[in-house]
């Protein structure tokens, strides 16, 4: 009995051993990454208590200890409202809209990218794609109602060729082009990055190797570039799945006027609303958990799928 005390004894001093050598080894990379690491604790995972609130009636003077739990009222609520419909139309229209032209436009761009030779014209084309990622959403809009405003520079040669002007920026009809344009021309080129970083990695060989057999490069991309970069295709468009209920707010609350009320009335400007300018907290929260539920049920589905067809999933 004594040895085998000994043997335990001796077994868990060599695992605290080897935490402390391993811990000492690789300390810069610990305290490198804990910036990361608290800044994802106290903003992300740390007011993820507030998600009960959803399930009171939250008062600011009673607190969060004596506000009355009313348990899924808010959310019986939310889905009986006239308005549940129309803020889901929208909302997943604006996604459907990123993911049939914006997702596939940052591939395209890619692809082009990398086939340009050059590199001095590839970074000077990299870097005026790049550029509108780093202006605000405020000037983007400005930008935008000073070519497409009432009397803004486009309307304003509309109006000496076809004696008329258009409502851009208000009308129902062309508020989801408006955006998806916004959209595109600001992080089209910095979504870029990670495909260009997958096809860096992508062996010259093989472009070699189809080149001895007469592949042009229409072949290259086809059955070697697009193939080596599939997965991280899919893992993106996983994660762009489980945001699929999310809009940009910045970029919504901005554009949105009463004459285009009926198709820019999203769940995040809803939020904004009921939130802050009605003080229905507990019902905004409620909205903001439904939303971020349903993100994780696609996001789920999609990598379950990714899975079943032999593809690289997120987890």
């Known amino acids: ?24 080894k690789h300390l810069w990379f610990y305290l490198l990454a804990a910036p990361g690491i608290l800044y994802f604790l106290i903003f992300h995972y740390g007011p993820m208590w507030g998600v009960l609130l959803a399930f009171q009636e939250y008062s600011p003077y009673l607190g969060f200890l004596k506000s009355e739990w009313v348990g899924l009222e808010h959310f019986q609520r939310f889905f009986s409202e006239t308005t549940f419909l129309e803020l889901l139309r929208n909302t997943l229209l604006l996604s459907l809209y990123n993911l049939l032209f914006y997702f596939p436009l940052t591939i395209i761009l890619s692809l082009l990218l990398n086939e340009v030779r050059s590199s001095l014209y590839k970074r000077f084309v990299q870097t005026v794609l790049y550029l ?22 486009i309307n304003h040669y509309l109006e000496i060729w076809i004696q008329n002007n258009l409502p851009f920026l ?6 989801r082009p408006v955006v998806l344009f916004q959209q595109i021309w600001k992080d089209a080129g910095w979504g870029t990055i990670i495909f260009l970083a997958a096809l860096a990695g992508v062996n010259p060989e093989l472009y070699e190797a189809a080149k001895v057999d007469g592949a042009n490069r229409w072949h290259n991309i086809w059955h ?12 993106l468009l996983i994660l762009r799945l489980g945001s699929v209920m999310d809009s940009n707010f ?24 009921v939130g802050l300018q009605r003080f229905e907290f507990s019902y905004s929260i409620a909205i903001g958990l439904f939303n971020s539920v349903v993100g994780l049920i696609l996001m789920l589905i999609a990598n379950f799928m990714a899975k079943l067809f032999n593809e690289e999933g997120i987890f």
């Open 1 to 24: 009995m004594a040895e085998i005390s000994l043997n335990k004894n001796t077994r868990h001093t060599g695992k605290g051993s080897l935490r402390k050598h391993t811990l000492r």
């Open 132 to 153: 509108p990622h780093f202006v605000s959403w405020v000037i983007i809009v400005g930008i935008t109602f000073i070519f497409l405003g009432p009397s803004g520079v």
């Open 224 to 235: 070697i570039t697009l193939p080596c970069i599939r997965s991280t295709i899919i893992i």
């Open 170 to 175: 208000m009308s129902n009809e062309w508020f």
């Open 250 to 273: 910045q970029q919504v609350f901005l554009m949105w006027n009463n004459f285009n009320e009926n198709v820019s009335n999203v769940f995040d400007l809803y939020v904004y609303k």
